[in-house]
């Protein structure tokens, strides 16, 4: 049976890990390389590494982590943050990620999608929405607008037609992200995500909000997400992917469990 | 050698990094039939459009494979890799594959049991059926997890080494003397993968 899937994300800066999943015994910042492969050994699904710096002067440094972090990491590994060209999406391939995540690049210029895809593959490119409801609008959910810049600028697109466009131009999977539910630990924006969910055939990652287990098992229940990122949550009582996926298998959500 | 052939479908630094990591010494990314004939064992990656296997052809690596295939040298499919060892697939129906297996690759369907079906086929799913004679599936216990991203897959036949469900079963894997394929990434799927490669350069 095809599982849903818990990425474990990692906000990387200048080579370090400065938020984001952590273990209680760490409490300050970590080494990519090192918290990635804790995180595939205790189950994760997959990796995500966010560069939240995303700086021109920063890349040398991000193809470095990318590189030793994926050595050796034989789980799916995505890296995302910064990325404006083929060109840049292809040095991150070398140096080992699978899918690149791509957000204002992509909303700038969609042609983006397509161009990464061709030489790897649609599976490869994962858009990433950053999404907010619409207060006070007649459908909040489905007026809700993508924005871009880490969240910074508003773009006047609707969340659920731009992941559609993104589909047909040719994304592997979209990352959508609650603006509204992250940081908040009350749980995903299940509405939002479902409404995504139902729009594109490809598969939808809910991000934003993840405080216990429960949510998880609603996002994939209620939010019909194939796959959720955890971020922060391992901050706050779940000590690891092994710990938070047995809770939400439990639930009855179909899990890899590892051994 | 072992050679890992780039036809420029997709990424090879996993599947070379994941051969290396298991210990094998001498892994060639290449493109030349002289290399394939030379190599001690064959590995077809591949992920993307089955279009892309036309340049299989164009090389002349069809004809290598075939005699590559006859003289016992161990080789492995992945992924579009594996579909190429069929008759073809509904997704680029001008370019043939190599029909070392017969059937021909179709997509998942729109609807299964009733129910909308999503394409692709992302995710983590469980090998099922599988062969006890395999011996690229040596040690691989029913249930276990693999890592997949297709929206092609091959019918289920006689050469089939195991089945996934999803839309109905498909063959995971498929084994018939020195060549063998997986629709799964295993250089993806944490130590079943790992194990699945361990098996094919043990051989």
Request: proline letters at 4%.
């Amino acid at each position: 049976m095809l599982t849903k899937r818990i990425i474990a994300c990692l906000d990387v800066r200048a080579g370090r890990v400065v938020k984001g999943i952590q273990f209680v015994d760490i409490v300050d910042a970590g080494d990519p390389a090192e918290l990635a492969h804790r995180h595939a050994a205790a189950g994760a699904d997959e990796i995500v590494l966010l560069d939240i710096t995303a700086t021109h002067e920063g890349r040398g440094t991000l193809l470095d982590t990318v590189k030793r972090t994926a050595a050796n990491l034989f789980v799916p590994f995505t890296v995302g943050g910064g990325i404006r060209s083929a060109e840049e999406a292809a040095a991150v391939f070398d140096a080992g990620a699978d899918k690149v995540s791509i957000n204002s690049a992509a909303i700038a210029r969609p042609e983006l999608i397509g161009e990464i895809g061709s030489s790897f593959g649609a599976q490869a490119v994962i858009v990433a929405i950053d999404a907010r409801r619409v207060k006070g609008a007649s459908d909040p959910v489905g007026e809700a607008e993508v924005y871009v810049s880490g969240g910074r600028k508003p773009t006047g697109r609707r969340v659920v037609e731009w992941a559609r466009e993104a589909e047909q131009r040719g994304a592997g999977e979209i990352l959508l992200t609650s603006m509204d539910c992250d940081g908040t630990r009350d749980g995903f924006d299940c509405e939002l995500t479902r409404r995504v969910s139902e729009a594109v055939q490809i598969p939808v990652i809910a991000s934003g909000g993840a405080g216990n287990a429960r949510h998880f098992a609603e996002v994939f229940k209620a939010g019909k997400a194939d796959a959720a990122l955890a971020a922060s949550i391992f901050h706050f009582g779940i000590t690891d992917s092994r710990a938070l996926k047995a809770e939400v298998a439990a639930a009855g959500v179909p899990m890899r469990l590892p051994c | 050698m072992i050679a890992v052939i780039d036809y420029k479908a997709g990424n090879l630094t996993s599947v070379v990094k994941a051969l290396r990591y298991l210990g094998a010494q001498d892994v060639v990314v290449t493109q030349s039939p002289e290399d394939v004939r030379r190599a001690d064992k064959v590995v077809l990656p591949g992920v993307g459009h089955f279009q892309a296997t036309q340049l299989l052809h164009d090389l002349c690596l069809t004809k290598t494979t075939r005699e590559a295939a006859a003289k016992g040298t161990p080789f492995l499919g992945i992924c579009v890799g594996l579909q190429w060892l069929y008759e073809g697939s509904t997704e680029a129906p001008e370019t043939p594959g190599l029909a070392h297996f017969a059937g021909a690759c179709e997509r998942f369907p729109a609807m299964f049991d009733g129910d909308e079906l999503k394409s692709p086929h992302v995710g983590w799913n469980s090998l099922e059926d599988i062969r006890p004679d395999s011996r690229l599936l040596a040690g691989v216990a029913p249930g276990s997890f693999v890592y997949y991203t297709h929206s092609w897959r091959a019918p289920v036949s006689a050469d089939t080494a195991a089945t996934t469900n999803y839309g109905g079963a498909f063959t995971a894997a498929v084994e018939r003397g020195n060549v063998m394929g997986v629709q799964f990434h295993p250089e993806k799927s944490a130590e079943t993968g790992l194990r699945v490669l361990k098996n094919f350069l043990e051989l």
